[in-house]
């Protein structure tokens, strides 16, 4: 079983940074993916990036070039460094992982099987 608990979230003034955690267990460390995800309030849920065990990364179009997705050494934390945060990044934020991992690291949900509970990201203007 795979857990995940994500920690980090909170308010920020548009323009600020935010850094997310997902702390990560259970899961194979030589096989996987994890993910970043958001859903707003009304919305779909949107993949926003993930990383593998090599460290190989893929982004959202919307976030390219302002959050960086990141792991430890130990493999058993995810970060999400978001920088110059938009109204519309408001949202509750998911880390979600699939081990073991068949595919590259993927931003769409349905290649994911175990999620955490979230993390409410609020971005004022």
């Known amino acids: 079983q795979v857990l995940l608990v994500e920690s980090g979230g909170g308010p920020v003034q548009a323009g600020g940074s935010l850094t997310l955690s997902c702390a990560v267990s259970?899961?194979?460390?030589?096989?996987?993916?994890i993910g970043w995800f958001r859903q707003a309030p009304g919305m779909r849920r949107e993949g926003v990036a993930a990383i593998d065990e090599h460290d190989f990364t893929r982004y959202a179009e919307s976030v390219k070039g302002r959050f960086v997705i990141s792991q430890d050494n130990a493999k058993t934390t995810v970060y999400l460094a978001m920088n110059n945060l938009k109204p519309e990044d408001s949202a509750m934020y998911y880390c979600?992982?699939?081990?073991?991992?068949?595919?590259?690291?993927?931003?769409?949900?349905?290649?994911?099987?175990?999620w955490g509970q979230g993390t409410e990201v609020t971005v004022s203007s």
């Open positions: 259970g899961h194979t460390k030589q096989s996987y993916y």
């Open positions: 979600a992982a699939e081990s073991p991992a068949l595919l590259p690291p993927q931003i769409t949900d349905d290649e994911y099987t175990y």
